[in-house]
Nanobody, 115 residues
Framework: QVQLVESGGGLVQPGGSLRLSCAAS????????MTWYRQALGKQRELVAT???????NYTDSVKGRFTISRDNAENTAYLQMNNLKPDDTAVYYC?????????WGQGTQVTVSS
């Protein structure tokens, strides 16, 4: 059974940093595109950042220059380094692993940015 487990969320003050992790029990993790999404209360889920199997990355405009997505294929883990956090970044963050044929979601981790 495939599992994606997010961790690293929590409460942080504006301007602070957090590093989210997504540990995946995938047989060939390196073949999957890894994507971070977030969903704020009362809003639709939005794509935050993507890293392909080849290492190409893409970010939504609101996090460019502040967030960095990365992956460690040896550890079957994707990361989201979040710097200079703002209250608008408050949301549940989810990771998704996908190929052309399959996709899997994690259960989410809460990030709250507040003073």
């Amino acid at each position: 059974q495939v599992q994606l487990v997010e961790s690293g969320g929590g409460l942080v003050q504006p301007g602070g940093s957090l590093r989210l992790s997504c540990a995946a029990s995938l047989r060939v993790f390196s073949r999957y595109t890894m994507t971070w999404y977030r969903q704020a209360l009362g809003k639709q889920r939005e794509l935050v950042a993507t890293i392909t199997s080849g290492g190409s990355t893409n970010y939504t405009d609101s996090v460019k220059g502040r967030f960095t997505i990365s992956r460690d294929n040896a550890e079957n883990t994707a990361y989201l380094q979040m710097n200079n956090l703002k209250p608008d970044d408050t949301a549940v963050y989810y990771c998704k692993a996908s190929t052309s044929w399959y996709y899997y979601w994690g259960q989410g981790t809460q990030v709250t940015v507040s003073s």
